[in-house]
């Protein structure tokens, strides 16, 4: 029977398929000594970072967002060290550190970790749909009227879970030749048509 994913399952999927890389076998919660939001394998779900590359959306230039005509404008590309702070009721675009390989039979969802929800921050990402591969862009919205400071590179920011179904599917993401297959961790994706 197939349904939600255990930790149980997720490893036997990154180790037959690998579904994830780099992967972690358990939830890191401190490194080199020092206490990060965690990532890796949860009870049911994984754990997943963002590298230091950051878009994050302006008005300087007093551009529309337009999905189907999207002006570069509308960003500032920022990397850092160590963490970005997201403006009051602003929203930044990262890449994941983690790249994705997800199997025929596997429906992928992307949720914000409590730790930043209690904070304000909202994580967005759209399914990663079966036979999708690449590293995920995720949406980082801040709500709150005060700036909040995103950790990135060896701490979690989203949480994923995993769907497997009995069966695989008949057309995957990579059959219809998506649009965002292979995204790299080197460029942030931004909307196609």
């Given at each position: 029977m197939a349904g939600l994913c255990t930790d149980k399952r997720i490893i036997e999927l990154c180790e037959k398929e690998a579904?994830?890389?780099?992967?972690?076998?358990?939830?890191?919660?401190?490194v080199n000594g020092k206490s990060v939001i965690s990532y890796g394998v949860s009870s049911c779900g994984y754990d997943i970072r963002v590298s230091n590359k950051f878009s994050i959306?302006?008005?300087?230039?007093?551009t529309?967002?337009?999905?189907?005509?999207?002006?570069?404008?509308?960003?500032?590309?920022?990397?850092?060290?160590?963490?970005?702070?997201i403006p009051p009721n602003s929203f930044a675009l990262a890449l994941s550190?983690?790249?994705?390989?997800?199997?025929?039979?596997?429906?992928?969802?992307?949720?914000g970790k409590s730790t930043y929800a209690r904070c304000g921050i909202i994580i967005n990402?759209?399914?990663?749909?079966?036979?999708?591969?690449?590293h995920a862009v995720i949406e980082i919205s801040n709500t709150t009227p005060a700036p909040?400071?995103?950790?990135?590179?060896?701490?979690?920011?989203?949480?994923?879970?995993?769907?497997e179904s009995e069966e695989a599917c008949e057309t995957s993401y990579a059959d219809r030749k998506g649009k965002y297959q292979n995204q790299t961790g080197i460029?942030?994706?931004?909307?196609?048509l």
């Amino acid at each position: 029977m197939a349904g939600l994913c255990t930790d149980k399952r997720i490893i036997e999927l990154c180790e037959k398929e690998a579904m994830i890389t780099p992967f972690e076998r358990q939830q890191v919660r401190n490194v080199n000594g020092k206490s990060v939001i965690s990532y890796g394998v949860s009870s049911c779900g994984y754990d997943i970072r963002v590298s230091n590359k950051f878009s994050i959306f302006t008005n300087v230039h007093n551009t529309l967002v337009d999905p189907k005509n999207f002006d570069t404008k509308s960003l500032v590309e920022i990397s850092t060290d160590e963490h970005i702070i997201i403006p009051p009721n602003s929203f930044a675009l990262a890449l994941s550190i983690e790249r994705f390989k997800i199997p025929r039979n596997v429906l992928t969802i992307c949720l914000g970790k409590s730790t930043y929800a209690r904070c304000g921050i909202i994580i967005n990402v759209t399914p990663f749909e079966p036979g999708w591969e690449g590293h995920a862009v995720i949406e980082i919205s801040n709500t709150t009227p005060a700036p909040v400071k995103v950790y990135h590179t060896n701490e979690g920011l989203a949480q994923l879970i995993f769907f497997e179904s009995e069966e695989a599917c008949e057309t995957s993401y990579a059959d219809r030749k998506g649009k965002y297959q292979n995204q790299t961790g080197i460029h942030i994706t931004l909307p196609k048509l």
